[in-house]
Each structure stands twice: as C-alpha cells, then as structure tokens.
C-alpha cells in the first residue's frame, strides 16, 4: 500500500472516530468540558475555580469588534463570516419511536439571520487541566477539546419553509479560527413562534430542551436542531438525544469535518478543484493473471457537499468528497459503477498534497446477480454465499494507481435460540480473495 493511502486511511479513521464512537468517548470522559450551559447560551462556559470539566477557561470582556486578540485575530473577522443571511435546504427526520416532530416532513428550506446589536464580546481563554493526566488519552482529547476563542453575543432569527420554526432568540457565535465560526442558541419549548410540535412516543418521557446548532464559513451554513428528552418513572431516571433535522443534508458529514459546498475553498483547494482534475483519467490495467488491457476511470460528486477538515489532534487537514468511480476496461471486462470516498490530504499551507479513494462499503449480492451489479466478469463465485467488489487507488495530477478485488463472501448462519448460544451473535463473515487487478499510469 503506497504512503498517499497509509495516509489517507489516517485520515478516514480520525474522522469516523470524531463522529462516531470516540465521540461517545470524549462525553463519557470530558462531559462538562465544551458543552452549553443548559439555561443559558455560552459556548464552552467558564469552569475556571471549579472542579467539573476537563477545561480551565477564564474569559476576558473585549471592547470593541476592532479590539486585538491573542488569537491574532478580531470579533470584527468572526462576525464578519456569520452576519448576515444564509439559506439552504434542510431535511426533517422521519418519525421514530422516540419522538415526532411536526407539521415540517422531508425535504425544505431554512433561512438563517445573524446580527450583531452592539452584544457582549469575549474572549474566552481555554487550557486543559493537569487532572486530564489521570486518563488515559485524557491529556491528547481535552488538548484538543480545549480551544481559546473569541465569543459574541447575536441576535438569531431562524425560519423554516414550512412555518415549524419562526423564531427569533438570543445566541452565541464562538470561533477558535476566523475561517469558520459556531453558534448555539437555546430554543423555548413553551414560547415557539412557528407550528412545530414535538410529540414524546414513550411513556415517561418529557421534552427537556429545544437547541438549535451550527456553523458558517464562506458564505455557506451547516446545522442541526435537536431535542434532549428525559425519562423518570419514579425510581429510574434517563435521558435520550434526537436530532429533528439538519442542514444542508440528512447525513451533514456525520463522520467529521465542515459540510460546505463543492466549490467552496477553505482550504487552498475545493472539492470542485479536486474532481475537475480528476474527472477522467485513462491507465494501464494489469490482472492478476499477467495480461494488460486500458482502464477509463471517471469520477464525479455523488452529494452537494464535501467535508473540510482544518486538522487538529485527531485528525488531518484535508477534504473528504462522497463520489461516483466508473472503471471501464478496453477487454470488455470490467464496466463498474461504485460509491467511493475521495481524501484529499492537504499539507501545513493547506494546498493539495494527493488524493486517495477507497470503497464506501462492503455490498455482497447473490454470485448469480454479481456480474450484473458490478459489471465484472471473468470469476467464478457460485461456491460462496455471496460476492462483492473493492477498489482503492490515488490521483496525482490526473493520473492514478489503484487496485480492484472481486472477493467471495462466506456468511455465517446466526443462532437465535438463547438456550443453544446463550452469548448472542454469530461469527463474522468470511471474507475470500478471488483476483483483480492494479492499474497505473
């Protein structure tokens, strides 16, 4: 495997890890350090002389949006990427068995106002406590957690297309990087202006809080509005988290990064830059077998928005961009149509360092409907459960390397029955190597 994957895999993994399970990691161990006081709207409050949190913050009153900072930067650049109006689509989740929100469903429109009044500004000064040291990956999580940053008080006006939301309320902008600022605004269950309902679907459950949260950067907006519930019966006490929607998409870079549009460019390169350079490519296919033939490799977006990473302790400076590969060989072959990841990895300037693509996921078929899904043929998969197709490669300035797989799937009969596999579960499937093939330029 070259460097360019070695690195991009570095990458892909950081980012799973922020959106997903080391998440969970970084609440259970550092809960208190970066969150919203629940009655009120600051970002990251103050845990200076007390014993909660895994961040001593001091903040500082700043006089004026003009006023030096020892972030090397003003509010004036902070409120200058977040006043304003933004508008895009937003995606309301279905119902679930948690709770229903109404009358907005599926797809619709949300238009953002931010604007500054004359608001207290702050500058907030953020360090990770030497109790962090007593944890393990304490030190690395809250150092990066622990973000010095500039906070201003704004007035927010959010409203959807379908009349759910027609508020105006009292938020927060917070910036660590005047490329991009925050903001959190707390929303009153009891004084909503628009027809949203929110309706518990479990008993015992009870709304909590109403927050809407997200970001601005280049003149584009990201976002989610979310409910906490908690549960009591008496003796037992809960809580449960469900985001009603977000903005721009369903799934708004859940794996990490800033969802931004593709010819957006934080960096010293978009999405756009990347694909265009890309877009189609021609290479030498080699199989396994020692024969050569020519592959056509075309790519393009496969979503409105990329991911834009700026770098930080867990992750690299880079951009990841849900795409489409088409490989076509001149053998007649191969004719594959498949989701792929783009990485693409940016050095300390944040221009383009190299580009690598892996496969979403593992999808296995019937073998009887494998060459019709793939479009390959050549392999004999009748003797396995299923069968599925991998590529991965690089692009460097409009050329590639890359490899293909076709694998067989052995899939394991899971037991039910409690008495027979008292553990639960079953074994994970078999994976099988049947050949491919590499290309290079």
């Keep these: 495997m070259s460097s360019s994957l070695r690195r991009s895999s570095s990458l892909r993994r950081s980012s799973a890890r922020a959106g997903g399970r080391g998440l969970l990691v970084v609440a259970a161990l550092l809960a208190a350090a970066c969150t919203a006081p629940r009655g009120g709207g600051q970002i990251g409050h103050d845990t200076a002389g007390t014993d909660e949190g895994a961040c001593e913050e001091t903040s500082v009153v700043v006089g004026s949006l003009e006023e030096a900072t020892a ?118 269950l009891d004084a909503l202006s628009g027809s949203l309902v929110l309706t518990p679907q479990r008993e015992g459950w009870a709304l909590a809080d109403l927050t809407i949260r997200g970001g601005m950067a280049a003149g584009a907006s990201w976002g989610s509005i979310d409910a906490w519930l908690e549960y009591s019966d008496g003796e037992v006490a809960g809580a449960g988290f469900r985001s009603l929607a977000s903005w721009p998409t369903a799934e708004t870079c859940d794996r990490g990064g800033l969802p931004l ?94 580009a690598s693509f892996q496969s979403v996921y593992l999808r296995g078929v019937a073998p009887d409907d494998f060459e019709a899904t793939y479009g390959i043929t050549g392999f004999d998969v009748s003797g396995y459960d299923e069968a599925s197709s991998t590529v991965r490669g690089t692009f460097t300035g409009g050329s590639s390397t890359g490899a293909l797989e076709v694998l067989g799937l052995t899939v394991p009969e899971c037991v039910s029955d409690p008495a027979s596999n008292p553990g639960g579960g079953c074994e994970g499937i078999d994976i099988t190597e049947l050949g491919g093939g590499t290309w290079s330029p």
């Design 71 to 188: 972030l090397g930067f003003t509010a004036g650049e902070v409120l200058a990427q977040a006043e304003g109006t933004f508008e895009s689509p937003i995606v309301w989740a279905p119902p679930d068995d948690m709770v229903n929100a109404g009358p907005e469903q599926g797809e619709g429109e949300i238009t953002i106002n931010v604007a500054h009044g004359g608001g207290a500004i702050r500058f907030v000064e953020s360090r990770p406590r030497e109790s962090n040291d007593e944890i393990e990956g304490g030190p690395a999580i809250a150092g990066d957690l622990c973000k010095s940053r500039i906070e201003i008080d704004v007035e927010l006006t959010i409203a959807t297309s379908g009349g759910a939301l027609a508020e105006t309320v009292p938020a927060v902008l917070s910036s660590s990087d005047p490329r991009h600022v925050a903001f959190e605004a707390e929303l009153d």
């Design 261 to 354: 549009p593709l010819d957006t460019a934080l960096l010293a390169f978009s999405a756009a830059d990347v694909l265009a350079e890309n877009a189609e490519v021609a290479a030498t296919f080699t199989w396994d077998h020692g024969t050569t033939t020519r592959i056509a490799l075309s790519l393009e977006a496969a979503d409105d928005v990329a991911c834009v990473s700026l770098g930080g302790e867990f992750d690299e400076a880079g951009v990841r961009i849900p795409a489409r590969l088409h490989l076509v060989t001149e053998d007649g072959r191969v004719d594959l149509e498949t989701d792929v990841d783009v990485y693409a990895l940016a050095d300390a300037e944040g221009r383009l360092v190299d």
